[in-house]
């Protein structure tokens, strides 16, 4: 999944793909480069001041409709909020997915998502979105996570979501600290055992960072290795900034796996 930012204040990328064309063309670029979906968000998760509905819509509707119209229908597209109301809008766009990283904080989300035939993603989170949460206190992260996801994901399926069409995502680095966030990735396999299949949204973050001590332009690596890991341990989607290093990363573990062929030539002792 290639992120493509269309906000002025975003945490990677700092606006570089605020304009129309600029974001349009950043989603082409992540298709080109492996992505096999395209996630588009109007508003960053981070603490700040609302933005309007309408003009969120105004943001990443316009993403949707030009990168529909241009990429194959098997890059799928995705938009990254917490309201029902863009979340309807960017569907009708052409939008397959809704990634709400607020864990259906919106009550209208889950019937919304319904009623389009769209499907979703549920994260945990724990805040209200775009408050502060300093200082978060779990008695214990893991099973904590756990029994969030398998509550909205209960919401999710009485609203009439079928299963097939949800995927969990248990929100590393969201309302967590660093040592909470890596105490939930070595037990990643826990979300697995829910039979769902689980994004990881690991590309670049402060975890990454505290863990080598890095800044955010040099965590590449650091966000390689975390993405292997939770392969490993059940991820089958993977949020990325840095779509062409983390494709060729995947195909490898799956050549590794036996899940995919060697894309040859094979001449090596041949």
């Given at each position: 999944m290639g992120i493509v930012n269309r906000t002025r204040d975003s945490f990677f990328d700092e606006g570089r793909t605020w304009a129309l064309?600029?974001?349009v063309a950043a989603g082409l670029e992540a298709a080109r480069a492996g992505a096999d979906l395209i996630d588009v968000g109007g508003v960053k998760f981070a603490p700040g001041e609302p933005v309007p509905v309408q003009e969120e819509i105004e943001r990443v509707v316009p993403v949707i409709d030009a990168l529909r119209s241009a990429l194959p229908a098997h890059v799928l597209l995705s938009v990254d909020t917490f309201h029902a109301a863009?979340?309807?809008?960017?569907?009708e766009a052409g939008a397959d997915l809704i990634n709400d990283t607020t864990g259906l904080s919106d009550p209208l989300m889950a019937s919304?998502?319904?009623?389009?035939?769209?499907?979703l993603v549920i994260t945990h989170s724990t805040a209200r979105p775009r408050q502060p949460l300093p200082q978060p206190q779990y008695d214990d992260v893991v099973s904590e996570v756990r029994d969030f996801l398998t509550?909205?994901?209960?919401?999710?399926?009485?609203?009439g979501i079928p299963r097939e069409r949800i995927v969990l995502d248990?929100?590393?680095?969201?309302?967590?600290?660093?040592?909470?966030?890596?105490?939930m990735l070595r037990a990643f396999e826990q979300y697995s055992s829910l039979g769902l299949p689980l994004l990881a949204a690991l590309s670049r973050k402060d975890f990454v960072g505290e863990s080598l001590g890095l800044p955010k332009e040099d965590r590449l690596e650091?966000?390689?290795?975390?993405?292997?890991?939770?392969?490993g341990h059940g991820a089958r989607i993977l949020r990325v900034h840095d779509v062409q290093a983390t494709a060729r990363l995947v195909r490898m573990l799956e050549?590794?796996?036996g899940w995919r062929d060697p894309a040859g030539p094979l001449v090596h002792n041949t």
């Open positions: 064309e600029a974001a863009v979340a309807r809008a960017a569907i919304t998502v319904a009623e389009t035939g769209a499907s509550s909205r994901l209960q919401r999710a399926l009485e609203a248990p929100g590393p680095d969201l309302n967590k600290n660093t040592l909470q966030t890596l105490e650091g966000s390689l290795a975390a993405a292997a890991w939770t392969v050549v590794l796996a």
